[in-house]
Every structure is written in structure tokens, then in C-alpha cells.
């Protein structure tokens, strides 16, 4: 079997760098009937809209094999866990808490403590309670007052025994995908909507910082977005304004506003209608001080111009992912250096997402996935030379622990590092999976050595 290896320097081996694997609430937990519905429940139900037709209603059953996946997590030799909270688990309807969703949380996280493991929570991982779909969802500006009180929850229960904290992940998602190329919960297809909906989730950031602060004050707080650096298809000068547009408006729509307080200016392609209606004071919260950013990185993206816009070219040479994807590691080191580069301000990052889907086979109880083993070599790699060239980087997460409900694509796109058997619900560790612990469990045990000395 492959290994995987970082050269003996890498600052990646010391015990400042965290090494962890991640999954989110809705793509694993099941028990469906003990939250409230959420967007993706609705949408599951529309016919077409998921590959399979599938749903998030049992998914891996983690709520209930909950304890031994902290096991199998433990077993694997990583420092920390990175999971989302399923907000309708916790918030009822009527704004009341559910004491029972919220114990399962605090019970996850003290049973990571114990066993060494340190807690990385995500608030908002994609899963907007529908009660709050049918007041308007993210186009309503008091989602984002909901939103910091429901963080304020999870801060009080959890406190400074979460390590950090990241109000949303990848907005891009929950924005673009979701309210403007109709691909995601809720499925809607208009402009100006999905830039409202950007403005209000990064509202909901700013407005839920101050309060976990107040209550978690030692935990590291942030936000996770997503980046794929965007290259032009040809060298015609259309094509280029094209990736840079796409640039702009997938990548610094999101980071931008955080770390200057401003959107980037793209009056130039964008209709004055369809820019979000901002009210005072909006801008100052959302680019309040973050202690981390969490970059998820899968892939690069190519564009060319269409009809005075930008138009994705998908990729055609293989190696190619289950997704379609691009297998492209050094994008990583591009794009970030590229950030750093433009912002004077740019925070220390933690990967807070990388991996791969690839069809993967069980035979004999085994999965040789050496794809997968290449891939986080290689993005290992790309992160390293981050390091190298000047960046804050704290931290790794592989997407993911488990195979799980991959959002529109059903259960057809397994990223997991632990096979899941859907029909048993047994966990089955990949050769990816075995080849991470072992690299994890080397360095575990190199950085005992060195604490005896
Ligand atoms: C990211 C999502 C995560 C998973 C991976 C493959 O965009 O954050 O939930 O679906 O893609």
C-alpha cells in the first residue's frame, strides 16, 4: 500500500499544526424525526432535484452510532474533529431549545475531549430549518438575528471546550448555488436574490461573532469559504475578463467583504438592480476581526466568456474525480498565495476541507482507493508549500471521515476515507483511510518522543 509522507522540516509534523477529519451534520446524522425538517429535507422531496432521488433522512445514522464513530475517529491518530451543528436540532419553531438535540452535541464534545480529540464546530453547514424557508429564508434579514441566537446557544452550552468556531460554511454555496444557479436547497434562480442571500449570511456571521466571543472567549472564532482559483480558457482577452469576473464574483464576493468591508466593485457586469439592498451599519459587522479562515480547496475551474458573462469549460483530461473534478493540487498553493498577496490583512487559515470522490469498490472487505492516497499526498504537499512561502497555516481536515449524502448527487459520490455500507451502516476504513492513520499515528508518536526528551 502507498504512503504518505511530509519532508522531516515541515512545520505540518510540529504539535502547533492540527490535523483532523470532517463530515456535516445533514450528510451524516439521520434521525430526522428528532429535529425540526430542514430546507433539504423539502427539497429531497422534490422529484428530480437529487441524482438518486435520495434523502438525508437516515443517511450514515451517526446520531445513532455517534459513539462509535468517535472511536473510529480516535483510531485513526488525529488531533481534532471537525462537525456542523444541525440548527433544527437545537432551535425549535416556536424559538424555544431542544434539550435533547442540544445534549447531543455536549455530549459529543466531552466525549471527544476525553479522548484527546479537540472540537471544531461549524454552525451553519447548509441545513436552514424550513420554518425559516417559510419566512423568506436567506432573503430575510431576521435569519441572520435567528442565527446569532441560536449561536449564542451553542457558545453558552459549548463554551471554551470547542477549540473554534465557524459561523457558516462556504456562503457561495448557501448563496449562489442555492438562490441564483438553483442547484441546492431551496432551489431558486434569480441574480439579485443570490446576492441578497450572500449579504445576509455574511450578516449572520457578523451579527453571531460578538456573541460567541462573549461566551467562548478562549475559542478561536472564523468563518469557512470555499476557493477554487479560476483560470481563463484561452488567451483571448474576453476569456480573461471572463475568469476574472468569475474570480470576483465567486471567490472575493465572499472574502472581501470580511476582511475590508466591501463587495469587490463589478458595476461593470452587474446591473444596479441586482446588487443586495446593505443597510447601515451592515458592512462594519461583517468585517469585524476573525481569529482563522477556513479554506475548503477541491479543484480549479476554467471559464470562458458567454453572452458578456462567464461560463464554466468543464475538464475533459483525466485524471478527473467522480465529481468531474480536476485533480489540480498546486490550485492550493495558488490561490492562497495569490490572497495573502491582495489582502493585508489575511487571517491564519486552516484546510478545513480537502478530498475526493472516486468510485470506489468493496471487495473482500477492502477498498484499494490509491486515487485517493495520491490526492492527499499531493494536497499534503500543496499545503506544505503554503507554508513555505510565508503562510499562517494551522491546520488539515479530510473531507471526509465517511462516505455520506453528497447534497444534489445522492449517495453516488463517496468521499469518504471510511467506506460506509449504506444497507448495514458498517464503517470500513479504506486504504486511504489506513495510510492517513498511519501517517497521523507516526507523527503522534515522533511528537511523544519528543516531549520525553
Ligand atoms: C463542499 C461541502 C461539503 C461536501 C464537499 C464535497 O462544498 O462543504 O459538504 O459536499 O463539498
Not at 19 to 31: D, K, L, M, P, R
Not at 246 to 269: C, E, F, K, M, V
Request: aromatic residues 12%; charged residues 20%.
Amino acid at each position: 500500500m502507498k504512503k504518505i509522507s511530509l519532508p522531516q522540516h515541515s512545520k505540518m509534523l510540529t504539535p502547533d499544526f492540527v490535523f483532523g477529519v470532517a463530515t456535516s451534520s445533514f450528510q451524516i446524522e439521520g434521525a430526522a424525526n428528532d429535529r425540526e425538517p430542514s430546507i433539504w429535507d423539502t427539497f429531497c422531496a422534490e422529484p428530480g432535484r437529487i441524482k438518486d432521488a435520495s434523502n438525508g433522512l437516515v443517511a450514515c445514522e451517526h446520531v445513532k452510532h455517534w459513539r462509535d464513530d468517535v472511536e473510529l475517529i480516535a483510531s485513526l491518530g488525529v488531533d481534532a474533529y471537525r462537525f456542523s451543528v444541525a440548527w433544527g436540532r437545537v432551535m425549535n419553531a416556536d424559538g424555544s431549545v431542544n434539550q435533547a438535540g442540544l445534549q447531543f452535541y455536549i455530549d459529543l464534545v466531552d466525549t471527544l475531549i476525553n479522548k484527546g480529540i479537540a472540537p471544531h464546530v461549524t454552525l451553519y453547514h447548509w441545513d436552514l430549518p424550513q420554518y425559516l424557508q417559510d419566512q423568506g429564508g436567506w432573503l430575510n434579514r431576521e435569519t441572520a438575528q435567528r442565527f446569532a441566537d441560536y449561536a449564542e446557544v451553542m457558545a453558552k452550552a459549548l463554551g471554551n471546550k470547542v477549540a473554534s468556531y465557524a459561523t457558516l460554511n462556504e456562503p457561495f454555496c448557501s448563496a449562489y448555488l442555492s438562490y441564483e444557479a438553483g442547484i441546492h436547497a431551496p432551489g431558486v434562480k434569480n441574480r439579485q436574490q443570490g446576492r441578497q442571500a450572500a449579504h445576509y449570511l455574511l450578516l449572520a456571521h457578523g451579527l453571531a461573532l460578538p456573541r460567541l466571543r462573549k461566551h467562548a472567549p478562549k475559542a478561536e472564532h472564523g468563518i469557512v469559504l470555499n476557493f477554487s482559483p479560476c483560470f481563463a480558457a484561452t488567451d483571448a482577452p474576453e476569456d480573461i475578463a471572463a475568469a476574472k469576473l468569475a474570480h470576483n464574483y465567486h471567490n472575493l464576493w465572499y472574502l472581501q467583504p470580511l476582511l475590508t468591508g466591501s463587495y469587490p466593485d463589478l458595476r461593470h457586469a452587474l446591473q444596479a438592480e441586482d446588487m443586495p439592498t446593505i443597510s447601515a451599519g451592515d458592512m462594519e459587522l461583517i468585517s469585524q476581526p476573525i481569529d482563522f479562515l477556513g479554506v475548503n480547496y477541491y479543484t480549479r475551474t476554467v471559464f470562458r466568456e458567454k453572452n458578456g458573462w462567464f461560463s464554466d469549460v468543464p475538464p475533459t483530461t483525466p485524471p478527473l474525480t467522480t465529481m468531474g473534478w480536476e485533480i489540480y493540487p498546486q490550485g492550493l498553493t495558488e490561490v492562497l498565495v495569490d490572497l495573502k498577496r491582495s489582502f493585508t490583512n489575511f487571517p491564519p487559515i486552516y484546510i478545513t476541507e480537502n478530498g475526493a470522490a472516486f468510485a470506489d469498490k468493496l471487495v473482500n472487505n477492502a477498498v484499494h482507493d490509491e486515487a485517493r492516497i495520491d490526492y492527499y499526498q499531493q494536497h499534503l504537499l500543496a499545503v506544505h508549500n503554503c507554508i513555505e512561502a510565508g503562510l499562517d497555516m494551522r491546520g488539515y481536515f479530510a473531507w471526509s471521515l465517511l462516505d455520506n449524502f453528497e447534497w444534489a448527487e445522492g449517495y453516488t459520490q463517496r468521499f469518504g476515507i471510511v467506506y460506509v455500507d449504506y444497507a448495514t451502516q458498517q464503517r470500513i476504513l479504506k486504504d486511504s483511510a489506513k495510510a492517513l492513520q498511519s501517517f497521523w499515528r507516526n507523527r503522534a508518536a515522533q511528537l511523544q518522543t519528543v516531549d520525553a526528551v
